[in-house]
T-cell receptor, first 114, second 109 residues
């Protein structure tokens, strides 16, 4: 299957700082990338959908100014958590889709804000 | 509203067979996916059904009935490594993935 690489896998940051998470499709061009967050023992919650070259579409309740998404190329999307707070600590997962194929997931990023 | 239901937790014995059910109500339907997720890891794709019937892939099979809004994931010859959460997800009419809460499968020796 297609490979999606997400980096970093774990990050610890201080409250008030910003953290950038990268999601790359390694062997295909991803027209659409998705960003999820997952709290312990819960299912995935879609945060936003990004299409290459256009603004991301955020789900209701997700602050677009806090979770900045950039999808500048067909192989890279980034999520920046700005002014992070402890409640932003979560497991963030990206997935990529090309055409009609099913989405493939990155390895996930465990963010801890202290 | 859109809804996906699956059992919260199931327990099975190593070497046995287990069936995890998923029922859905969505606005439109463009396929149903099953994913496996081990604790602390991202989901891994298992299967995809868009037409009625059974799709077999090794020890795992997935069944779909669109008229009943129903799917199941069948796991045979269970191994301890199959202990994980199994997520059912439906792609709706807008090609958005709607996720179930997941079924935690516990395998006992």
């Amino acid at each position: 299957g297609a490979v999606v690489s997400q980096h970093p896998s774990r990050v610890i940051c201080k409250s008030g700082t910003s953290v950038k998470i990268e999601c790359r499709s390694l062997d295909f061009q991803a027209t659409t990338m998705f960003w999820y967050r997952q709290f312990p023992k819960q299912s995935l919650m879609l945060m936003a959908t990004s299409n290459e070259g256009s603004k991301a579409t955020y789900e209701q309740g997700v602050e677009k100014d806090k979770f900045l998404i950039n999808h500048a190329s067909l192989t890279l999307s980034t999520l920046t958590v700005t002014s992070a707070h402890p409640e932003d600590s979560s497991f963030y997962i990206c997935s990529a889709r090309t055409g009609e194929t099913e989405a493939f997931f990155g390895q996930g990023t465990r963010l801890t804000v202290v | 509203g859109q809804n996906i239901d699956q059992p919260t937790e199931m327990t099975a014995t190593e070497g046995a067979i287990v069936q995890i059910n998923c029922t859905y109500q969505t606005s439109g339907f463009n396929g149903l996916f099953w994913y496996q997720q081990h604790a602390g890891e991202a989901p891994t794709f298992l299967s995809y059904n868009v037409l009625d019937g059974l799709e077999e892939k090794g020890r795992f099979s997935s069944f779909l009935s669109r008229s009943k809004g129903y799917s199941y994931l069948l796991l045979k010859e269970l191994q301890m490594k199959d202990s994980a959460s199994y997520l059912c997800a439906v792609r709706d009419g807008n090609y958005q993935l709607i996720w179930g809460a997941g079924t935690k499968l516990i395998i006992k020796p």
